[in-house]
Nanobody
Framework: QVQLVESGGGLVQAGGSLRLSCAASGRTFSNRAMGWFRQVPGKDREFVAGINWSGGSTYYADSVKGRFTISRDNAKNTVALPMNSLKPEATAVYYC?????????????????WGQGTQVTVSS
């Protein structure tokens, strides 16, 4: 079992920054890849960023490359997602997720644990 709790969402103006955090509990955290997804009403949940089990490899959606950075601390069971130069289209609920394997994918199907989500709103 892995339990995930996100924090750090909020309201920010376009061009601003936020830092999302995900705290994980469970002994298998360090054996799993982790990912961040986001979802707006009426649309599918979409991949934002992923990181492999060791933190040595990271993956990003094209829309966030160069502005978002995913990292993890396996000693503290945390995953972070600093987000810079935010755009209004980044407005969504952001979810932290634990993948069933050591390498993340961009599809929700391989993630078997999810947090409750945190709202990010970017005003224009």
């Amino acid at each position: 079992q892995v339990q995930l709790v996100e924090s750090g969402g909020g309201l920010v103006q376009a061009g601003g920054s936020l830092r999302l955090s995900c705290a994980a509990s469970g002994r298998t955290f360090s054996n799993r890849a982790m990912g961040w997804f986001r979802q707006v009403p009426g649309k599918d949940r979409e991949f934002v960023a992923g990181i492999n089990w060791s933190g040595g490899s990271t993956y990003y959606a094209d829309s966030v490359k160069g502005r978002f950075t995913i990292s993890r601390d396996n000693a503290k069971n945390t995953v972070a997602l600093p987000m810079n130069s935010l755009k209004p289209e980044a407005t969504a609920v952001y979810y932290c997720a634990a993948d069933s394997s050591i390498r993340p994918t961009t599809t929700t199907r391989t993630y078997d644990y999810w947090g409750q989500g945190t709202q990010v709103t970017v005003s224009s």
